[in-house]
């Protein structure tokens, strides 16, 4: 323990002198230090995890160190940190340890909730809406834009702001709002879906959080340019036409427009207007609108046609009314590896969805039906689940099952035999999901 001590104190103490004070926080499943993700290969995968437990455990949301750190300052904290363990508020122990020990050099803060005037709020109820206020405000932008309105980008950057802090934090309820294909307005809802599974992919890359603002506001905007596209086209249930289809590829033009017609013109408006041009051109360059030379398409193109592939196939887009099931689109999508889509950013993709995607209806060897509700890092094949149906197909108060537990004796007492249609079977996601 002296040694790890030691070697800390080595490596803290020149960030500390160099920038004054050095913060790692924890945000959602991962720590910052000073807003940089801390990353790791996967042989410490379960170091970490334990290490973001503990911090939970003892309510602990960052760590400051504000001058540099002696041997005995951390062999305090340390002290002050196992024995807060036996107390009823581990975060108050440690406040009142660290005061009473005289130990100046560090400071901690203490995990963040979300919260309200009138007391702490239920996490789902902000998930939804901070869902919904962006669909509305993305309806807004678009009927602006269709009657010649300029907008600003200042409110998309707050809309776009409240949804990243929750991916950080709540990512796998976010997830359970994508889920959910039943709504009537597709575009609008299809346009907050590719934005949060966008930044949902940038976390996963290890961008940091400046960066997936910017990634969440021009894949909010990667359809812009579908406000110019007659309703009659658009909403057209049954297959377009040839003259129809090639109307539809304009929109990748007209959303390069658009975009550069608002206010408050920046960087990324640029950002925006690429991404709005590219994201539906191939990884092989194929696709549309075709150009003479294509350079290397930009990174966040790469993430958003990767996002709104997904979001598209498993949605009942108006002409296409019957939405394929999220393990066939990520296979279908897998063998488009390297042809349509960046393999690279695919094979983190999939890892971030999962074998089983949040929203999948599944059926147990129990002969119980279930909706995957968070994913399982270490085991996959083996996610939450929330148990909807008993073993005779009769609907029951819905309850969580962790299929990575094992019971007395070693073995598992649910396990997935396949995956469900849940259009097939009437389930209404949103009923369980909201």
Not at 105 to 133: M, W
């Amino acid at each position: 323990v002296t040694s790890a001590i030691e070697k800390f104190v080595s490596m803290i103490n020149p960030l500390i002198e160099a920038d004054g004070a050095v913060t790692l926080d924890v945000v959602g499943e991962f720590f910052h230090l000073d807003e940089v993700r801390v990353k790791y290969s996967m042989e410490y995968l379960l170091n970490f995890d334990f290490l973001m437990r503990e911090f939970k455990r003892h309510l602990i949301g960052s760590i400051g160190f504000i001058r540099p750190v002696t041997l005995s300052d951390m062999q305090a904290f340390l002290k002050v940190f196992l024995s807060s363990s036996f107390s009823s508020d581990p975060y108050e122990a440690i406040s009142e340890g660290l005061l009473l020990g005289g130990i100046q050099s560090l400071n901690v803060g203490v995990l963040k909730k979300i919260k309200e005037e009138e007391g702490e709020l239920d996490i789902r109820k902000t998930v939804k809406k901070t869902y919904f206020n962006a669909v509305s405000f993305t309806r807004g932008v678009m009927n602006k834009i269709k009657s010649g309105e300029r907008i600003s980008m200042k409110k998309a950057k707050r809309v776009v702001e409240s949804m990243v802090d929750l991916i950080l934090d709540q990512e796998e309820l976010l997830f359970g709002m994508t889920a959910i294909k039943d709504y009537d307005e597709y575009t609008y809802h299809h346009s907050v879906n590719v934005s949060i599974l966008s930044v949902a992919l940038g976390q996963r890359l290890g961008l940091p959080k400046r960066a997936l603002m910017e990634l969440g506001l021009v894949a909010l905007f990667h359809d812009i340019g579908k406000t110019e596209i007659p309703p009659e086209i658009l909403n057209k249930p049954s297959k377009f036409t040839d003259a129809e289809w090639e109307t539809m590829k304009k929109h990748p033009v007209i959303g390069v427009r658009s975009i550069l017609k608002m206010k408050g013109f920046d960087a990324t408006s640029i950002r925006a207007a690429i991404v709005a041009f590219e994201h539906h051109i191939h990884h092989d360059h194929t696709g549309y609108p075709r150009v003479d030379k294509v350079e290397e398409l930009d990174l966040y193109s790469r993430i958003v046609s990767i996002a709104d592939q997904y979001d598209g196939m498993t949605s009942a887009r108006v002409y296409s009314r019957v939405p394929m099931p999220q393990d066939k689109a990520l296979k279908l999508m897998l063998e488009r590896s390297g042809v349509q889509l960046d393999p690279l950013l695919m094979k983190f993709f999939v890892n971030m969805i999962g074998v089983y995607p949040i929203g999948t209806l599944v059926m147990l060897d129990t002969k119980e039906l279930g909706i995957v509700y968070g994913s399982n890092i270490m085991l996959p094949d083996r996610p939450r689940v929330m148990v909807i149906t008993d073993n005779t197909g009769k609907k029951v108060q819905g309850f969580m099952a962790d299929l990575s537990e094992k019971a007395a004796g070693g073995r598992y007492p649910r396990s997935i035999v396949k995956t469900l249609d849940h259009n097939k079977y009437k389930i209404n996601l949103a009923e369980y999901v909201l």
